[in-house]
């Protein structure tokens, strides 16, 4: 049983590296799609999955670097905090571009008309 | 002098640039905007920004306060504002202004000479590194009981200080009071909304329930817990970041959370403006009173430690923790006069603005 536990504690900031980087790339690919996808709603998507996933994992990495103290606890508990927040703010800033009167761009490329700068169908 | 700049760059050297660099872009989209709404949303990204900067500079309770301030209530405020006025700035023909431009970068030269003379990052010999700062962490301890400096100059050392800070904010507050009124007479304005809460209890049951039911319910999981955490910021602030600002605007933004998502109305029932106006001058109330216990008791003003004349120090912490608590009264209240003086100017916050 320590023997397991020893492995674990061995293998404690490797794991923490992995959740770390992959947290870090899914930050990333969500900024890359903040700017990349077509429009508003798409761009929200891509958003709220930086929020959510990249950010916890990034502090389930740092849990793991911290160990079992008060510090891993209000990580914990700023992930908790995340968890309900984040998912609420997209919610609402959807809800608030839908209720507005805001179009999703449907169908292909080709069949849109092109933006203008700030990302609005002209 | 020279050889001073040469410091080796490190890790944290390149993020405080970074975090300047950020800092300049959002300065210049602000400047450049047109839209209100974004600016407003970009001076909140500003603080948040510095906010983050702050934090790498190691002065985390900076930090705290940017945060709740710049990023969290200003931004708020700003909104507020902005529904009494245009979305758009006005527009503004382009012209040259010579003599701006001069004075500008008169100043500019003037400050970027003024830069040589700053002692490098870090120098142990800069004023503040040498003479009072150190002689503030050697005594701190011994003095005060108070583990975070930063709380101990705050309310003990700077005690006068912070109590003209104080009484500024109630003067800010005031200044929103006089300029925009007090949303009305309390007495009245409660029949009415009352009545007009009874009429269309049903029909604004529906509307809401139907729009915002995921917000509403979030924001009544977080609001009780927002609030505990403003309470844990203020009673932690002597032995962490913290203290009785801070508390102030997390406990005033809880509840601009709730008027936010449940109307101005029915914060003004939870909370009422006439509580809130007496709040603002409790607080300074409660802070000038413990100098003027201090005085009775035959100490100077604001001279703690004859409340507990067997341990100053904890003479020190009893009267940190008071003060702090006079801070947050006022802030908090503070916030909300302005916030409900900013939003009473309209009926309601209507759906259309969402």
């Known amino acids: 049983m320590s023997e397991l536990l020893h492995m674990l504690d061995i293998l404690r900031p490797y794991v923490a590296g992995i959740a770390l980087l992959s947290g870090g790339v899914i930050v990333l690919i969500g900024a890359s799609g903040v700017l990349r996808l077509p429009d508003f709603y798409t ?52 809800n608030a571009a839908h209720k507005a009167g805001l179009k999703p761009r449907l169908g292909t490329v080709q069949s849109q008309p092109p933006l203008d700068a700030s990302g609005d169908p002209s | 002098m020279n050889g ?11 993020i405080d640039l970074i975090f300047m660099s950020m800092l300049v872009v959002v300065g210049i989209a602000i400047v450049r905007l047109k839209d209100l709404f ?7 990204v500003y603080s948040l920004v510095s906010a983050a900067w702050f934090v790498s500079l190691d002065a985390v309770d900076v930090a705290f306060t940017e945060a709740a301030v710049g990023a969290g209530i200003s931004t708020v405020l700003m909104l507020g504002a902005m529904l009494l006025t245009a979305r758009q700035a006005a527009p503004t023909k382009p012209a040259r202004h010579w003599v701006a431009l001069i004075v500008v970068c008169a100043t500019g030269a003037a400050l970027l000479y003024a830069t040589v003379d700053m002692p490098s990052f870090g120098d142990p010999l800069s004023a503040p590194n040498a003479y009072i700062g150190l002689e503030y962490l050697k005594r701190t301890g011994p003095e005060t009981g108070v583990p975070n400096v930063v709380s101990a100059v705050l309310a003990s050392y700077r005690g006068y200080d912070t109590f003209g800070e104080t009484t500024v904010i109630l003067t800010a507050g005031l200044g929103v009071v006089l300029i925009l009124g007090l949303g009305g007479p309390a007495i009245k304005r409660k029949k009415t909304s009352a009545a007009k809460a009874k009429a269309a209890k049903i029909d604004q049951s529906k509307i809401l329930g139907a729009h915002h039911v995921v917000l509403r319910v979030v924001s009544k999981m977080m609001i009780p817990v927002i609030i505990i955490y403003g309470a844990y910021v203020q009673f932690h602030g002597d032995f962490g970041p913290g203290g009785g600002f801070q508390a102030g605007l997390i406990i005033a933004s809880a509840i601009i959370l709730y008027a936010l998502i449940f109307g101005i109305d029915a914060a003004k029932e939870a909370v009422p403006p006439s509580l809130v106006r007496l709040g603002a001058a409790l607080g300074v109330l409660i802070y000038g009173g413990v100098g003027v216990i201090n005085l009775l008791l035959g100490g100077n003003f604001l001279e703690y430690n004859i409340l507990n004349p067997t341990h100053p120090s904890h003479g020190q912490e009893l009267g940190i923790m008071f003060v702090e608590i006079g801070v947050l009264v006022t802030v908090a209240s503070v916030m909300l006069i302005i916030f409900y003086g900013f939003t009473s100017r309209q009926p309601d916050i209507s759906d259309k603005d969402w």
Request: no cysteine; glycine share 10%; aromatic share 6%.
């Open chain 1, 43 to 94: 761009r929200l998507h891509a958003a709220g999955v930086t929020d959510t996933l990249g950010t916890l994992l990034v502090l389930l990495g740092l849990i793991l670097l911290s160990g079992f103290t008060l510090l891993s606890g209000k990580l914990a508990l700023v992930g908790l905090f995340l968890l309900l927040t984040s998912p609420a703010a997209t919610h609402a800033v959807a």
């Open chain 2, 4 to 14: 001073e700049f040469l410091t080796p760059i490190d890790a944290f050297t390149v």
């Open chain 2, 38 to 44: 974004a600016v407003v949303m970009l001076s909140g």
